[in-house]
């Protein structure tokens, strides 16, 4: 048998350099780094997320003009490479709610009432919808991300109603709209009466004939 040869220090160093390389580019070395990411996502805490969040904001701001172009066409082709590849545009999950997933979809929807990830928003309304087994609160029609659902507040917020979870229900778009900024007994004793009005007449269409999903 032929000795093995003898490599340099340096030689040593490359080599292995050089295996590391290979192995990162390779398919089993991208799903290794894919998962890892994954998984430190996953247990991010909160204050994590935020902290990371304001780094990227606080780099993007320091950058040139000319980097910030690039970055932002990397960031269009990111967007576009993940939402043909059915990838939330907010992290490595399946998009189950249109380009999103659901906790980003969450996210979406409880920004514009201040509920977010830091405070807990998230969760309040991923148990709101489980509770209501995403069904509407009000017809029991099943609730479609980004088609056909959307949040209510049983008091609205122009006579006070707050954000908490006691406040808030699930209901399709087309019951929001016509709730309107009713309260949810007002809304109930309105269609009570407008059924009573119309009671019995042959002229009623009915609500899944009427365009209802």
């Avoid at 247990?43 to 003009?65: D, G, H, I, M, V």
């Avoid at 405070?119 to 919808?129: F, K, M, V, Y």
């Avoid at 087994?133 to 959307?150: D, F, K, V």
Wanted: charged fraction near 30%; include cysteine.
């Amino acid at each position: 048998m032929g000795r093995a040869k003898q490599y340099t220090e340096d030689e040593a160093q490359e080599r292995v350099l050089a295996n590391a390389r290979r192995y990162k580019a390779s398919a089993k070395g991208r799903a290794t780094a894919l998962a890892r990411r994954r998984e430190r996502r996953a247990s991010a805490t909160p204050e994590q997320k935020e902290l990371r969040l304001s780094l990227r904001r606080a780099s993007y701001a320091c950058a040139s003009p000319t980097k910030k172009t690039r970055l932002a066409e990397d960031l269009k082709r990111n967007y576009l490479r993940r939402k043909a590849a059915g990838i939330c545009i907010g992290c490595t999950e399946l998009a189950t709610a249109g380009i999103r997933c659901m906790t980003h979809w969450f996210e979406a929807i409880g920004r514009n009432y201040g509920l977010t990830i830091k405070n807990g928003g998230i969760e309040t309304l991923r148990a709101l919808w489980e509770e209501q087994s995403a069904r509407c609160a009000l017809t029991g029609e099943q609730l479609i991300p980004t088609a056909n659902a959307t949040l209510d507040h049983i008091l609205p917020q122009s006579r006070g109603g707050t954000h908490a979870k006691s406040n808030l229900q699930w209901v399709t778009r087309r019951i929001n709209q016509a709730k309107n900024d009713l309260t949810t007994s007002e809304f109930l004793d309105l269609c009570r009466g407008v059924l009573l009005r119309h009671e019995g007449a042959s002229n009623i269409i009915p609500l899944r004939k009427a365009g209802a999903h």
